[in-house]
């Protein structure tokens, strides 16, 4: 979902409270060391680095998700919300502009896929024309976002479970093994859960 409104700003968050602590564990553990951490000399503190902002804060980790849901997906926005929330992480989103379910490590080939960006409140986003495994592909290229490489890599939070020989077909867990093939950490979340209107 896009830009949250009033309202939905008020819901209570769906995700378990065991998920969202231990999303920023990981987090917290891969955050770049400051410089006084690193033993680094005072000249090498005072001069600006890449791990440092413009308020000579520690950069926060980049998360990256994606989700087989598409952009317009419920678990994709509750997942944006609580990691925005929490505040210990900057959001990236690259997914499908719409639903791709089990079309496992497919990629496009014979199309040109488009970026278009989009609004999430709080992160930065793209929804994308071809397939999960195309939305990874595309943001680890370096070509939508500033960034050399993601802390993490998250796939979901995708409806329904992907278990068992579901697994070869699921295209949430192939976006995910994508980034893991590039050398980023990932993991993939689905929940057996419905949205009901």
């Given at each position: 979902m896009a830009a949250?409104?009033?309202?939905?700003?008020?819901?209570?968050?769906?995700l378990p409270s065991g998920l969202v602590s231990n999303l920023q564990s990981v987090l917290a553990?891969?955050?770049?060391?400051?410089?006084?951490?690193?033993?680094s000399?005072?000249?090498?503190a005072e001069a600006p680095t890449a791990e440092t902002a413009a308020d000579d804060a520690p950069a926060k980790p980049?998360?990256?998700l994606t989700c087989a849901g598409g952009i317009?997906?419920?678990?994709?926005?509750?997942?944006?919300?609580?990691?925005?929330?929490?505040?210990?992480?900057?959001v990236h989103v690259c997914a499908p502009e719409s639903d791709?379910?089990?079309?496992?490590?497919s990629?496009?080939?014979?199309?040109?896929?488009?970026?278009?960006?989009?609004?999430?409140?709080g992160a930065k986003a793209f929804e994308i024309s071809g397939t999960p495994v195309d939305c990874i592909s595309l943001a680890l290229s370096g070509r939508l976002f500033s960034w050399s490489a993601p802390a993490l890599v998250i796939s979901g939070?995708?409806?329904?479970?992907?278990?068992?020989?579901?697994?070869?077909h699921s295209s949430a867990i192939a976006a995910a093994r994508e980034a893991l093939m590039c050398g980023v950490p990932s993991i993939a979340i689905s929940l057996n859960w419905w949205v009901c209107d």
């Open positions: 949250s409104s009033g309202d939905e700003s008020r819901r209570p968050n769906p553990a891969r955050r770049p060391p400051s410089p006084e951490d690193a033993g000399t005072a000249a090498e980049v998360v990256l317009q997906s419920p678990g994709l926005a509750a997942l944006v919300d609580a990691l925005v929330k929490g505040g210990r992480c900057d791709k379910p089990v079309c496992g490590h990629i496009t080939i014979r199309q040109t896929v488009s970026a278009t960006s989009v609004h999430f409140t939070i995708n409806t329904g479970p992907n278990c068992g020989y579901e697994m070869f």
